[in-house]
């Protein structure tokens, strides 16, 4: 691919990038005159005593259609050591099943004060779910490093019913993951991160938005470089609420059907909430919504920050939900930070399990949340569980799952979630109501706010010292595929439990056919409601579809576009099987 007075991100300049991982090679000098000419100052090697990472994000001007289709980036490291032959940056290609922009970066452009710096892209493949590339330098490399380079966007992506890491544009907006689009250091040194935005191209009323914050925002304490690809970015001219005087503050994509005005200062209320009964409180944080017609209601975690998906379909009830768990993580994230990493997904049952039990537990406690909401939220989350036909899949096959099958990535969710309910009855119980599952977890997240480690060890010693080598044995019997069956007043005197029967999430084929490409269906069930409904054996299905919420609804129905003999059309039904004794818990009547 060859580059010739590319204006206006490089003028007078050419260079020869071949796409089959070989050297980025200069031909003529470049000459930059995009940015402002600070940031390309080249320091001399050294280490300055604090060193910084700097994201410059320049969007382009919309287009006719409102959309922004590309934006330019400049990295700026500082205090990078790296032998000739050594990775000097990386980015995900794929990142938890989620295809980045990684390979579709250009322009690329790597130097340090001596000059250019060639560099060979290199992948790796982490795992299943996930492959990284590496930029390798040909030369030693001592001191500040800038990166230069372009992410062009594409506006009629297909939407994704996968976590929202991927770069999107709609509504003179793009947003983003960082670790969908921006190149970090491979080493692990922390650094100062700025986040800096400019418009000059995008026009008049841009305004950027990150997970650090409103605008241009420098992190007061060093971070690893990991934190700015999971940071969110937003630029353009997205609906902005914030900051208010605790550091709240949101920003959303799209034109959403309900007041998001209002829901986003419930959720700066209930975050306030959140700070007060664990004890601190982020000094910023930043909530991120988008529009996505495929997949409304999803969420990911990141830097001191959320983000979360809406369509038409959406309400400010429905939202709620979702808002008050992904908070959470905010608090309450991974054990030795590893639920997002490779292969640390069989410790996401801590994460997300007591994300899961705190969304409900703590607004209700609040009184954010009506009893109806309570029992709801915690009836759906039952009815999940106890008619997966995957309930006893054991912990440690999770990872391996836990992207193919939806039956097996709620499990940490839903079994998690029963799990910590269970022992919370059983610390009251055994200490008379003087401690509860809120004494552990205040305990785990200040030994890690001491910067000493949050892991499984630290939970079983914890656990021990309530329940003993009881609670320890149920613990390993949990993470071993045992049923979890919270004890009828773990909720209360309010509350008790009942038993109904309720029909298993069922697709009707062979779940492996939607990992499929093309997805042709095999395995159809001779009587399933898919196969009534008029599905068949060999046909294509076209569409994708969110399996997760749907396992929950017992009256759901699934549409599924498909292609038989050259002919489309399409078939709906809802995903059930057979009834199963489930377990929900209902309001106590009093005589």
Do not use: C
């Not at 997002?340 to 994460?351: C, I, K, V």
Request: aromatic letters at 10%; zero cysteines.
């Amino acid at each position: 691919m060859l580059f010739a007075k590319a204006e206006p991100f490089f003028q007078e300049s050419q260079m020869v990038f071949n796409q089959t991982n070989s050297a980025v090679m200069p031909i003529r000098s470049i000459f930059i005159t995009i940015f402002t000419p600070v940031l390309f100052l080249l320091l001399a090697a050294g280490d300055p005593e604090s060193p910084q990472l700097t994201a410059h994000i320049a969007p382009a001007a919309p287009d006719a259609a409102n959309n922004i289709p590309y934006v330019d980036i400049t990295i700026i490291a500082q205090s990078v050591h790296a032998k000739a032959g050594n990775a000097l940056f990386e980015i995900p290609l794929v990142a938890n099943t989620v295809v980045t922009s990684g390979r579709d970066l250009q322009r690329i452009y790597v130097a340090d004060a001596r000059g250019q710096i060639v560099v060979t892209p290199k992948d790796k493949t982490e795992d299943g779910s996930n492959i990284t590339r590496t930029w390798i330098a040909d030369r030693p490399v001592d001191g500040e490093v800038t990166v230069q380079y372009r992410v062009p966007i594409d506006a009629a992506a297909p939407p994704l019913a996968l976590p929202q890491y991927e770069i999107r544009t709609d509504n003179g907006t793009f947003s983003a993951a960082g670790t969908a689009f921006l190149v970090r250091p491979t080493d692990a040194r922390p650094r100062t991160l700025r986040v800096t935005w400019d418009f000059t191209r995008y026009g008049a009323g841009g305004v950027g938005v990150s997970s650090l914050g409103v605008g241009d925002k420098t992190v007061p304490s060093p971070r690893p470089a990991a934190d700015l690809g999971s940071a969110y970015y937003m630029g353009g001219r997205p609906g902005v609420l914030g900051p208010t005087s605790d550091g709240f503050f949101a920003a959303w994509q799209g034109v959403p059907p309900f007041d998001m005005a209002s829901l986003m200062a419930w959720a700066g209320d209930l975050h306030r909430y959140y700070g007060a009964f664990f004890g601190y409180t982020p000094s910023s944080f930043g909530v991120f919504g988008r529009s996505n017609v495929l997949n409304p209601g999803s969420g990911i975690g990141l830097t001191d920050s959320f983000a979360y998906t809406f369509n038409q379909t959406s309400s400010s009830d429905t939202m709620r939900g979702l808002l008050a768990h992904e908070m959470l993580h905010s608090w309450v994230n991974s054990l030795d930070a590893s639920m997002d990493a490779a292969g640390g997904l069989d410790r996401s049952w801590f994460g997300e399990g007591l994300a899961v039990h705190y969304q409900r537990a703590l607004p209700y406690r609040a009184h954010m949340i009506s009893t109806a909401d309570f029992l709801a939220d915690l009836n759906s989350t039952a009815g999940r569980y106890y008619t997966n036909i995957q309930i006893n899949t054991p912990n440690a096959q999770i990872p391996d799952g836990f992207w193919r099958d939806t039956r097996i990535r709620v499990l940490p969710y839903d079994r998690g979630s029963l799990y910590f309910e269970t022992v919370d009855a059983q610390i009251r119980a055994a200490s008379r109501g003087g401690h509860s599952l809120d004494d552990i977890v205040r305990e785990m997240l200040a030994t890690r706010r001491s910067g000493r480690p949050m892991n499984e060890a630290l939970y079983r010693k914890l656990l021990k010292a309530e329940l003993g080598d009881k609670g320890v044995a149920d613990f390993d019997a949990m993470l071993a595929g045992k049923t979890i069956v919270p004890p009828t007043n773990a909720y209360g005197p309010a509350f008790r439990r009942v038993t109904r029967p309720l029909r298993r999430y069922d697709l009707g084929f062979d779940i492996a056919t939607l990992q499929a490409r093309p997805r042709i269906v095999h395995g159809l069930k001779k009587g399933s409601n898919a196969e009534t409904a008029g599905l068949r054996d060999g046909d294509e299905i076209l569409n994708s579809f969110p399996q997760d919420a749907l396992q929950g609804d017992q009256q759901a129905y699934v549409a599924l576009n498909v292609r038989r003999k050259g002919e489309t059309s399409q078939i709906r039904f809802q995903p059930r099987g057979v009834p199963v004794p489930a377990y929900q818990w209902v309001p106590v009547t009093r005589n």
